[in-house]
């Protein structure tokens, strides 16, 4: 007898803990689906490789959650999702790259809007080119932000350090008067304290979790992905590549007021 995909779970991606933003998001929002959820802690960061080694992470963790099986992945990984068109997938396969362009290109008043994001996405100009499909006449103003991705791991999102580091990236951006900033990783919802200082009330943020959110709702709507619907509340597993104490601290932090799940490791 044929599995129901539609009691499979969905599956999400993430080169560290910062996808846990986005699994949190869907599965408060889809509180009857399952998830399970993957982060390659063992090899972050993504936004320092080449566009090849990335494409051969996403391969062997999209490998990884089609085994258990899954009947979707996010990509939820912007360093990932820039490759995401060069991988094969069995199932559905979203990325966070397009919806957060979509979500800003209908945010921005003055068309101008800021991305910050890793070095790999920043390059890839898929932002930019995203955004200019759909409106070409919005200025896109990019900043790379390297130290980030870091400074969250080491679980040092309420710093004084982590302030300033925020402001010196936000600076150029600012001065470029944008009124709209996507937050172009993961890991950068975590830090919202820190670029709401920066921002001042100023700019509109857009987070990929919300934007990624809106499509999955439209794909179940329109029946393109087929939706649980036993009215049992959903469940989610957490797996990653490599366990240490400071990730599961800040999972329990991220994941709040979710209860964390134990953390399996993944052999990829």
Known sequence: MAQDQSQ???GVFDSGLGGLTVLRHLRERFPHEDFVYLGDTAR?????KSPRTIQKYLAQNLAFLNRLP?????????????????????????????PGALCASLTTK???????????????????????????????????CPLLVPLVEEGWDDDPITNLVVYRYLSPLLASNIDTLILGCTH??????????ALGG?????DSAEAIGDQIER????????AKHDGRTGTFKLYTTDVSDTF?????????????????????
Do not use: M, W
């Not at 794909?219 to 087929?226: A, I, N, S």
């Open 8 to 10: 499979l779970p969905i």
């Open 44 to 48: 972050i960061p993504y936004g320092s």
């Open 70 to 98: 899954v009947k979707a992945v996010v990509v939820a990984c912007n360093s990932g999702s820039t490759q995401a068109h060069t991988v094969k997938s069995d199932v559905p396969l979203y990325d966070v790259i397009g």
């Open 110 to 144: 003055s068309k101008r809007i800021g991305v910050v994001a890793t070095r790999a996405t920043v390059l890839s100009e898929c932002y930019p080119n995203e955004i200019h499909k759909l409106k070409p006449e919005i200025q896109v103003f990019q900043q790379a």
């Open 188 to 197: 950068y919802p975590i830090l919202k304290k820190a670029f709401n200082k």
């Open 202 to 206: 100023r700019v509109q943020t857009v």
């Open 219 to 226: 794909d179940f709507q329109l029946h393109k992905l087929p």
């Open 248 to 268: 599961e601290a800040l999972a329990r932090r991220i994941l709040a007021p979710l209860p964390c799940a134990s953390i399996e490791l993944a052999e990829v």
